[in-house]
């Protein structure tokens, strides 16, 4: 125990926004700083800690209340009142929890929150304690909403010709901006979710974000001039880009436990390149038109396809098509994404431009087809195609539906066309540039490192 208390450098907790999207990433940054000599602990809500499979060791796992432990945000009226009930009873449980760890052998000197949880500022500050947002989204977006929460964002022009000037941002067309803010008044909720991670932000000792400096250089400094602001990314395990930390294999925390090996024994049986990977993350919910039309694009590129389609959406994917595609497509619940898109047999992603996966896309070096369902997921596709040139944005048509002729054209445009060659090159720099950017702690001058020795030595 003294051993080990001499080599805790400093005590971390770590407060995640309860989603596994947000968890991750977060997670996975824990995981770097316990590696750098630091001692963290990642404190879930008590269903998440329930519904999780966890295989971490390096990080500890403590819980918060967010007001419906048994049966988690699903049981809320709405949205708006689980985050009201998430502010009211993390606050007070975040409270017993550093009280409690305060007490232990290693008190915390600092609370990492994700920026979606700004209250946890106003709760680490009562205790005297380093104070650090953490943003699970680009750069890019990040401006957006600070510039929208500022009233510096004029509401966009109908007109789609029309562009959006930004600062630190290349123009935007209207359609580029996260769907809340081109649509006025479509989705107040999450509007005032991510307008408000800038409420106190002034008041943090750090801002950190999971990018990393020469994916968004322009931004980055733009940003910098406000906060303290570094960029700490990409968060993938070690094994998949720098190898250097020791079983760091994957994520380690995941809200299902699938079973993984048909979808990995189906790509091991496939020639080098030749499937298109296909999923939508966790969230996002496709109409039963948009699923027909991506079934029916999908069939006519002719490629491997391997689509993942949760259950929750599964009876609006016709059985026919499963039946009639199964010789070159596998239709799973659940995949390991990160071992799919890192297999030599996978040569195209087609994706809603998640942060997450696109991170994951553009650090494995495989070419994306964007098809950006909400939130930030239509900014990030404006960069996939026009700012890394390393994907292609699928068009939609008046109806806002992606229809089968022009996904098909997309995906064949990535496998088999002259701008996929261009495409397939430049994920070979920004594969490069991603493994140069974790080698040295997101940025030239070690953004990880910096923060850590500032930490140790406040």
């Known amino acids: 125990m003294d051993m ?5 450098r400093g005590h971390v907790l770590v407060l ?5 999207g947000h968890i991750n990433p977060i997670l996975q940054f824990s995981k770097r700083l316990v590696s750098k000599g630091l001692k963290a602990t990642l404190a879930v809500t008590i269903f998440i800690s329930k519904s999780m499979n966890a295989k971490t060791n390096s990080v500890d796992i403590e819980t918060i209340s967010d007001g419906f432990d048994d049966d988690g945000f699903t049981k809320a009226d709405c949205f708006q009142t689980y985050l009201s009930c998430l502010k009211e009873r993390g606050s007070e449980t975040l409270t017993e929890l550093i009280k409690k760890l305060n007490d232990s052998d290693y008190p915390v000197k600092c609370v990492m929150y994700d920026a979606f949880l700004p209250w946890a500022l106003d709760v680490a500050k009562e205790f005297g304690l380093v104070t650090v947002p953490f943003f699970t989204q680009s750069c890019a977006v990040d401006n957006i909403y600070y510039h929208a929460q500022q009233g510096l964002l004029s509401p966009p022009p109908q007109d789609v010709s029309s562009t959006v000037s930004v600062p ?15 649509v006025v008044g479509s989705d107040p909720v999450y509007l005032a979710l991510v307008v408000n991670q800038f409420s106190n932000l002034d008041e943090a000792d750090w801002v950190l974000v999971n990018s990393f400096d020469s994916l968004e250089n322009e931004v980055v400094e733009q940003m910098a001039k406000l906060w303290r602001l570094r960029t700490i990314g990409p968060t993938l395990p070690s094994m998949y880009l720098e190898k250097g930390i020791e079983d760091d ?11 993984t090996t048909m979808c990995m024994n189906w790509l091991n049986n496939r020639l080098s390149g030749t499937v298109v990977y296909v999923s939508f993350g966790s969230i996002a919910v496709l109409g039963v038109e948009q699923m027909e039309e991506l079934a029916l694009g999908l069939r006519m590129s002719n490629s491997y396809i391997l689509w993942v389609v949760r259950a929750s959406e599964r009876d609006k994917l016709s059985n026919k098509f499963v039946d009639e595609a199964s010789e070159k497509c596998l239709v799973v619940s659940w995949c390991p994404q990160l071992d799919v898109l890192a297999h030599k047999a996978v040569g195209c992603f087609v994706t809603h431009c998640g942060w997450n996966s696109t991170l994951e896309g553009l650090s494995l070096g495989v070419p994306m087809v964007g098809l950006p369902q ?11 195609e026009d700012v890394w040139e390393v994907g292609i944005r699928a068009r939609v048509d008046d109806q806002g539906i992606v229809r089968k002729e022009e996904l098909e054209l997309c995906i064949r445009e990535i496998m088999e066309g ?14 490069s540039l991603a493994k140069e950017a974790v080698d040295k702690g997101g940025s030239s001058d070690n953004n990880i490192d910096e923060f850590v020795a500032q930490l140790v030595s406040t």
């Not at 995640?16 to 596994?20: C, E, I, T």
């Not at 261009?422 to 994920?427: E, R, V």
Request: hydrophobic residues 30%.
């Open 418 to 431: 002259k701008r996929g060659e261009l495409i397939k090159k430049n994920t070979i720099k920004w594969k």
């Open 168 to 182: 630190g941002l290349p123009p935007l067309e209207p359609q580029d901006l996260p769907c809340f803010l081109y």
């Open 4 to 8: 080990e208390r001499k080599a805790c």
């Open 249 to 259: 294999k994957d994520y380690n925390l995941n809200l299902f436990n699938p079973d």
């Open 16 to 20: 995640p926004f309860p989603s596994q």
């Open 374 to 384: 909400w939130a930030d997921q239509t900014t990030n596709a404006k960069y996939v």
